[in-house]
């Protein structure tokens, strides 16, 4: 079947260190994105990417980085510059702007 | 840029109310997506309708209705005779079609509804 797999589910990082979450998506999408989500707050996009090799910041990119080589995946990694990254981590895809396709989501908690 | 405002963060009723949501969007396009999604507790977002800009058709779906209208920009969701499973946070959102950020969905805030027995 064809879907979004994020992973991992749950992740623990200690203070200071980057992880990176991960995205894949076997729908044949040209575009994907990342967003956060807070406890009680809506969803915020972080980075977006319409092709491969190509991605444009979205509203709260400072922290954070991402990579598209390959179609099917988009890597977020969360730098210690991030300030407070305890958050809900949402991935989607989409072929234009009619659907979106949503991941289960990373829950990532710094320790 | 756009924009979606959800004002309620939390509407509580009590089983077999109904509950209307509201949301009111801002966009520059002339072709765009609205959408409703409902997050439960798991944290999923559960697709419940799209509608594009050209069609303000309201359309009921079981306990599910959804009113558009472009003169006001907003685009509600009633929920009839809510029940207990209904409780969740649901999200109103927008995509742009003609865009350079065409694709880059923007969420409300949610509104958190609460159903009790």
């Known amino acids: 079947d064809g879907g979004i797999t994020q992973s991992p589910k749950y992740l623990f990082r200690k203070e200071g260190q980057n992880v990176t979450l991960s995205c894949e998506q076997n729908l044949n999408h040209d575009a994907m994105y990342w967003y956060r989500q807070d406890p009680g707050q809506g969803l915020r996009l972080i980075y977006y990417?319409?092709?491969?090799?190509?991605?444009q910041k979205g509203d709260i990119a400072e922290g954070y980085s991402v990579s598209r080589e390959k179609k099917e995946s988009f890597p977020l990694t969360v730098t210690s510059a991030q300030k407070n990254p305890t958050a809900f981590y949402l991935c989607a895809s989409s072929e234009d702007s009619s659907g979106y396709t949503f991941g289960s989501g990373t829950r990532l908690t710094v320790v | 840029a756009q924009k979606v405002t959800q004002a309620q963060t939390e509407i509580s009723v009590v089983e077999k109310e109904d509950v209307t949501l509201d949301c009111v969007y801002e966009?520059?396009?002339?072709?765009?997506?609205l959408f409703w999604y409902k997050q439960p507790p798991s944290g999923e977002l559960v697709f419940l309708i799209r509608r594009n800009s050209f069609d303000e058709q309201n359309e009921i779906s079981g306990r599910y209705s959804w009113n558009f209208q472009k003169s006001t920009s907003s685009f509600n969701f009633t929920i009839t005779a809510s029940q207990v499973v209904d409780s969740a946070v649901y999200f109103c959102?927008?995509?742009?079609?003609?865009?350079?950020?065409?694709?880059?969905?923007?969420f409300g805030a949610g509104t958190q509804v609460v159903v009790t027995p």
């Open positions: 959102a927008l995509s742009e079609v003609t865009t350079d950020s065409w694709g880059k969905l923007q």
């Open positions: 966009t520059r396009d002339t072709t765009y997506y």
């Open positions: 990417s319409q092709i491969v090799n190509d991605f």
